[in-house]
T-cell receptor, first 113, second 112 residues
């Protein structure tokens, strides 16, 4: 059974650009959540989607957005990139919200220059 | 606001030693607690999940305990091996929200 797949794995952008990251959950999993990991702040919750609806959002500016498609795949977008957006962005999936165990992908490492 | 603390931030032990990693949280109204492992530059691997009604979970050489009333969890690793070297993260899910709140992790080095 394939795990959570995130693409791209690495990317470099410049300030002011925008970026879109993709996450394909484990087959049969319908809940997808996103986290940002930085050395200073650690892992912070961005948002969670279930059945194409955002169920919860963390304390991030509106430049961070996301969506989920009918096949449960999810994308997150960051607009007007800032240097501080450099981070590892991790996606996690579970069969449904509150299912218990979360399964994480390898992450997308974003560097903003 | 839930806060999760992990002590120590780093730990170095000789191979074969038994060790305990600590995790504390400020709000005892949790839904579950999960321990993860993260290797450098990689994603998170789930190790153990403890529901709020449980006291402990075991998997192989790993044992995690939960004391909700005191806001503490421990991860016990028996007979440590160099392959156990990684950062171990504790995360709690609140009773009223879906999101996980993570600690900053304990970086474990097992010396051969």
């Amino acid at each position: 059974k394939a795990g959570v797949t995130q693409t791209p794995r690495y990317l470099i952008k410049t300030r002011g650009q925008q970026v879109t990251l993709s996450c394909s959950p484990i087959s049969g999993h319908r809940s997808v959540s996103w986290y940002q990991q930085t050395p200073g702040q650690g892992l912070q919750f961005l948002f969670e989607y279930f059945s194409e609806t955002q169920r919860n959002k963390g304390n991030f500016p509106g430049r961070f957005s996301g969506r989920q498609f009918s096949n449960s795949r999810s994308e997150m977008n960051v607009s007007t990139l800032e240097l501080g957006d450099s981070a590892l962005y991790l996606c996690a999936s579970s069969p449904y919200p509150r299912a218990g165990e979360l399964f994480f992908g390898e992450g997308s490492r974003l560097t903003v220059l | 606001k839930q806060e999760v603390t992990q002590i120590p931030a780093a730990l170095s032990v000789p191979e074969g030693e038994n060790l305990v990693l600590n995790c504390s949280f400020t709000d005892s109204a949790i839904y579950n607690l999960q321990w993860f492992r993260q290797d450098p530059g990689k994603g998170l691997t789930s190790l153990l999940l403890i529901q709020s009604s449980q006291r402990e979970q075991t998997s192989g050489r790993l044992n995690a305990s939960l004391d909700k009333s005191s806001g503490r969890s421990t991860l016990y690793i028996a007979a440590s091996q160099p392959g156990d070297s990684a950062t171990y993260l504790c995360a709690v899910s609140g009773a009223g929200s879906y999101q996980l709140t993570f600690g900053k992790g304990t970086k474990l080095s097992v010396i051969p």
